[in-house]
């Protein structure tokens, strides 16, 4: 395995040539559960509250095993043989820190590097300064693409409308793709299921001045577990609870229901796991 000490080959310090992707959405989207399954562990806190309070550049690496990390304000990264969600929960506390960059593993499968550049949910009544960092990062050109995180189940919100109309008028429509997350949440009915929701999302999009969206169905929850198991990290006794049940709901693949992405049908995944393969992750890496 490649030395995690030499510095002049780090990302954190040459990322130019590495393909960058920004994080949006509100706090309900399930955006750090996302950015999780994108990597292939558990590094983005995850809370039914807000768990980002600064810009955190995450660059995935498949020849890395440890993490170099810096701030803003430091010149050269440390090396850290380990690092989780706890330790990105106090740098997030911190007032000495104002912007995070982190190398390190990718365990998602996927060979080739890329940085993903997580932010604050805007929609936080608690602290103005989470929108400001967002726009901060939104204000940046040299995204290869910008992923919008919406809830599948909570399509249409205020703060999500609000957030709709600002990255309209500040980010190129061409880089713009719009991830439906927690596409398992949405019941099998008459009233309600997938292929509505599809047609509901496409419709809410151009509504709000999107033409064309190009719209990807997952559920990082599912893909996450999934990757974990595959990666034999051990599952707490409700992941495996939430894995069983995740892996008899979806049955068929959530990719099946994209739009505008010029896939015709869900691409095969080179890892045997049915639920990672229906969790519609695969095929946003495909495109990373």
């Known amino acids: 395995m490649a030395s995690t000490m030499n510095l002049e080959q780090s990302i954190i310090l040459n990322d130019k040539d590495v393909d960058k992707y920004l994080a949006i959405g509100t706090m309900s989207s399930g955006k750090s559960t ?25 660059y995935a690496n498949p020849v890395r095993d440890e ?33 995070i960059f982190i190398e390190g593993p990718l365990r998602s499968g996927k060979k080739k590097s890329f940085g993903i550049i997580d932010t604050p949910g805007p929609n936080n ?56 997350n927690k596409s398992d949440e949405i019941d099998d009915t008459e009233e309600e299921n997938l292929n509505l929701v599809s047609k509901n999302v496409n419709a809410y999009l151009q509504k709000n001045g999107f033409e064309n969206p190009e719209i990807y169905f997952v559920s990082s929850l599912s893909a996450l577990l999934a990757i974990k198991t595959i990666n034999n990290y051990e599952l707490t006794r409700k992941e495996s609870t939430d894995y069983k049940r995740l892996s008899i709901l979806l049955e068929e693949n959530l990719a099946s229901y994209n739009i505008n992405n010029f896939v015709k049908k869900p691409s ?11 969790s519609g992750i695969p095929e946003l890496l495909n495109i990373i």
């Not at 095969?268 to 229906?278: A, P, T």
């Open 34 to 58: 996302f950015l999780n399954s994108l990597i292939g562990f558990e590094l983005f806190p995850s809370k039914n509250e807000a768990c980002t309070a600064k810009i955190i550049s995450y």
């Open 67 to 99: 993490f170099l990390y810096k701030n803003k304000r430091s010149k050269k990264p440390t090396l850290r043989k380990r690092l989780d969600y706890k330790q990105i929960e106090e740098w997030n506390e911190s007032l000495r820190i104002d912007e």
């Open 125 to 180: 009544s608690m602290d103005k300064s989470h929108r400001e960092m967002m726009q901060k990062a939104l204000s940046k050109t040299d995204y290869r693409k910008v992923f919008y995180i919406l809830n599948a189940t909570q399509l249409g919100t205020e703060d999500d409308c609000n957030l709709l109309s600002f990255v309209k008028d500040k980010c190129a429509k061409s880089k713009l793709v719009f991830v439906v």
């Open 268 to 278: 095969k995944s080179k890892i045997e796991n049915e639920l990672w393969n229906n």
